[in-house]
């Protein structure tokens, strides 16, 4: 998806991501079937009125307008178009029965997807009753009904999308929204995520958005989600949101900061759907092209190959696909990658596999020569690279990468001068000790070297101490 212009790219897309066919259409939605359902029944409007819960005003409307032709209802808004939003508005408000509502919301769905330029309707009648648009709605997102929560949130996204430059939504009801969606998102056993997920599909396509996104910590729920286990179309649903992201330059520059690559390269390594290759290939793409600092690029294409993305992108040469965008992202990443292995020292190499979290016994973990002259360097950006070795003992579950960081903490210790103290100070002495009792040997055995290197003075009787076959459990603690 080979594209500086994401308004070009976007603007193939439909306007309503619902609509997009088979790409984006695994199997027709569960708001989609129950919406279908719902529109097939009939709501008895006469009796609301008899019983006074609707004015006379808005049944003449409502009975006119529900179950006209698209043509009818054409007409029957140009003859008074603000009459649509204030009984749309007054019944929502007014009805508490959840048939009645889901019914009412599916109908304004449909009214906004006949004719777009419709949402200005609601704009107009909002402003000339000095209320919000979004807060009629907004509330609605509250109601515990499932299709209730997930049409209004779909009625909303038309809604913000739709709107002209000047009157996008903003503020406390933009965060609200987006809020929302992101804790959808999270919510274990959610039948409707696709359909949340399509609404942010929807909403990142404007930058606007994309900036209130990151702000509510969305890229972070996005990596989190992914990182599970979801099916196929939630995986290319949310890549594609993230590579709607990354077309805003501040946000691919430090989206990698999320861990995106690792997570994106795993899914890509299982994928067996083509979308799925494409869009994360895509994604990729968007993080070496749209970044303006060399070394945030760098950074990207050292850590897409720490990740095996070359031998992934060797393997997806094998086959053939349909998309001629594919073959060009990946001789465009086949190209960047491998030049950034040409200028590739093992200090790059080892920020990189620092950052990424995902440490493992490459080659530079073991090299004397490599912490002789780099020891020093750990405390560069005031002791980043010591502060993360530290959080991962602290958070992760690998006993790889916990082998690994005890490890290489050690040899910080054992090459900088005040390594000890300036660990002590971090807290990760305390973290090394407390990973003496860990359930995994190799943990307790990178745990006590690293203490022993904590604390013995003679680093050169240790070393040669550890040289000798089975010394691991002789090695005295000589206390300084």
């Given at each position: 998806?080979?594209?500086?212009?994401i308004?070009?790219?976007?603007?193939?897309?439909?306007?309503?991501?619902?609509?997009?066919?088979?790409?984006?259409?695994?199997?027709?939605?569960?708001?989609?079937?129950?919406?279908?359902?719902?529109?097939?029944?009939?709501?008895?409007w006469q009796?609301?009125?008899?019983?006074?819960?609707?004015s006379?005003?808005?049944?003449?409307f409502?009975?006119?307008f529900d179950?006209?032709?698209?043509?009818?209802?054409?007409?029957?808004?140009?003859?008074?178009?603000?009459?649509?939003?204030?009984?749309?508005y007054?019944?929502?408000?007014h009805i508490?029965?959840?048939?009645?509502?889901?019914?009412?919301?599916t109908?304004?769905?449909?009214?906004?997807?006949?004719?777009?330029?419709?949402v200005?309707?609601?704009?107009?009648?909002?402003?000339?009753?000095?209320?919000?648009?979004w807060a009629?709605?907004?509330n609605?997102?509250?109601?515990?009904?499932?299709?209730?929560?997930?049409m209004t949130?779909?009625?909303v996204?038309k809604?913000?999308?739709?709107?002209?430059?000047?009157?996008?939504?903003?503020?406390?009801?933009?965060?609200?929204?987006?809020?929302?969606?992101k804790?959808?998102?999270?919510?274990?056993?959610?039948?409707?995520?696709?359909?949340v997920?399509?609404?942010?599909q929807m909403?990142?396509?404007?930058?606007?958005y994309?900036?209130?996104?990151?702000g509510?910590?969305?890229i972070?729920?996005?990596?989190?989600?992914?990182?599970?286990?979801v099916?196929?179309?939630?995986?290319y649903?949310?890549?594609?949101?993230?590579?709607?992201?990354?077309?805003?330059?501040?946000?691919?520059?430090k989206?990698?900061?999320?861990?995106?690559?690792?997570?994106?390269?795993?899914?890509?390594?299982?994928?067996?759907?083509e979308k799925?290759?494409?869009?994360?290939?895509?994604v990729?793409?968007?993080?070496?092209?749209?970044?303006?600092?060399?070394?945030v690029?760098?950074?990207?294409?050292?850590?897409?190959?720490?990740?095996?993305?070359?031998?992934q992108?060797?393997?997806l040469?094998?086959?053939?696909?349909?998309?001629?965008?594919?073959?060009?992202?990946i001789?465009?990443?086949?190209?960047?990658?491998?030049?950034?292995?040409?200028?590739?020292s093992s200090?790059?190499?080892y920020?990189?596999?620092?950052?990424?979290?995902?440490?493992e016994w490459?080659?530079v973990?073991?090299s004397?020569?490599?912490?002789r002259?780099?020891?020093?360097?750990?405390?560069?950006?005031?002791y980043?690279?010591?502060?993360?070795?530290?959080?991962?003992l602290?958070t992760?579950?690998d006993?790889?990468?916990l082998s690994?960081a005890?490890?290489?903490?050690?040899?910080?210790?054992?090459?900088?001068?005040?390594?000890?103290?300036?660990?002590?100070?971090?807290?990760?002495k305390?973290m090394?000790?407390?990973?003496?009792s860990?359930?995994?040997?190799?943990?307790?055995?990178?745990?006590?070297?690293?203490?022993?290197?904590?604390?013995?003075h003679?680093?050169?009787?240790l070393?040669?101490?550890?040289?000798?076959?089975?010394?691991?459990?002789?090695?005295?603690?000589?206390?300084?």
């Open positions: 998806m080979a594209s500086d212009n308004n070009k790219v976007l603007g193939t897309l439909p306007e309503d991501i619902e609509k997009a066919g088979v790409d984006n259409l695994a199997a027709t939605s569960v708001l989609q079937q129950r919406a279908s359902e719902i529109r097939a029944q009939r709501i008895n009796s609301y009125l008899q019983s006074q819960m609707i006379q005003e808005d049944f003449t409502i009975s006119r179950g006209g032709s698209p043509q009818d209802r054409e007409k029957i808004v140009q003859e008074n178009p603000l009459q649509c939003a204030k009984t749309f007054n019944l929502l408000g508490s029965k959840d048939q009645t509502i889901q019914y009412l919301l109908l304004v769905d449909d009214f906004l997807q006949e004719n777009k330029n419709r200005a309707i609601f704009r107009e009648f909002a402003r000339k009753r000095r209320e919000s648009v009629h709605f907004l609605l997102l509250n109601r515990p009904d499932g299709f209730i929560q997930n949130s779909r009625v996204a809604m913000a999308c739709w709107s002209p430059p000047g009157e996008l939504m903003s503020g406390s009801d933009l965060q609200y929204y987006l809020t929302w969606l804790d959808q998102l999270r919510m274990q056993g959610n039948e409707y995520v696709q359909s997920a399509r609404c942010l909403m990142l396509r404007l930058d606007d994309r900036h209130a996104f990151v509510v910590d969305g972070a729920t996005l990596v989190s989600v992914l990182s599970g286990r099916n196929f179309q939630i995986q649903q949310l890549t594609f949101c993230l590579w709607v992201l990354s077309f805003n330059v501040g946000v691919a520059t989206l990698n900061k999320f861990g995106v690559i690792p997570i994106l390269a795993d899914i890509l390594s299982d994928a067996q759907k799925v290759s494409r869009i994360i290939l895509a990729f793409r968007n993080l070496i092209e749209k970044p303006e600092e060399a070394e690029k760098k950074e990207n294409c050292i850590s897409m190959v720490q990740c095996k993305v070359l031998k992108l060797e393997l040469e094998q086959r053939k696909f349909d998309d001629e965008d594919i073959q060009e992202d001789d465009y990443l086949n190209d960047k990658m491998n030049a950034s292995v040409q200028d590739l200090y790059d190499e920020i990189t596999e620092v950052r990424s979290g995902r440490l490459s080659p973990h073991r004397e020569k490599f912490w002259e780099n020891a020093a360097h750990l405390n560069d950006k005031n980043e690279l010591l502060k993360i070795l530290i959080q991962l602290e992760s579950k006993p790889l990468v690994v005890c490890f290489d903490l050690g040899e910080y210790v054992r090459h900088y001068q005040r390594g000890k103290h300036v660990l002590e100070q971090l807290g990760g305390t090394v000790m407390a990973l003496l860990h359930d995994d040997p190799n943990v307790r055995y990178e745990a006590l070297l690293a203490v022993q290197k904590l604390m013995v003679n680093w050169e009787y070393g040669r101490q550890l040289e000798k076959p089975g010394a691991s459990s002789q090695v005295g603690i000589a206390v300084a």
